[in-house]
Nanobody
Framework: QVQLVESGGGLVQAGGSLRLSCLASGTAFTVLRMAWYRQAPRKRDLVAVISANGATNYADSVKGRFTISRDNDKKTVYLQMNDLEPDDTATYYC?????????????????WGQGTQVTVSS
């Protein structure tokens, strides 16, 4: 069974930093795309994505402030968030696309973490 376990959210003042982590727990699979989304009321937006080979892409609103990275051996993705702004306040969700080692499971499977709250005070 695969689970995405997030950590690192919290309350921080504007201008501060936080680092989110997301571990893909389980066995017998390979993680491909990993990403962070954030949930504002009625909308979930992509924040940053990193491919299996390390290529990254960011939402315009976080470019230059956030950095996504991954440790493939640990099956973990990170989101370093610097110079945080009140508009960054949201629930952040980890997302991963993965394939299973067993031929019984074909194709790519999509998983979500439970969400971690980030609150930035002004």
């Amino acid at each position: 069974q695969v689970q995405l376990v997030e950590s690192g959210g919290g309350l921080v003042q504007a201008g501060g930093s936080l680092r989110l982590s997301c571990l893909a727990s389980g066995t017998a699979f390979t993680v491909l795309r990993m990403a962070w989304y954030r949930q504002a009321p009625r909308k979930r937006d992509l924040v940053a994505v990193i491919s299996a080979n390390g290529a990254t892409n960011y939402a315009d609103s976080v470019k230059g402030r956030f950095t996504i990275s991954r440790d493939n051996d640990k099956k973990t993705v990170y989101l370093q968030m610097n110079d945080l702004e009140p508009d960054d306040t949201a629930t952040y969700y980890c997302n991963a696309g993965l394939i299973f080692d067993s031929d019984y499971y074909e194709g790519t499977y999509d998983y979500w973490g439970q969400g971690t709250q980030v609150t930035v005070s002004s």
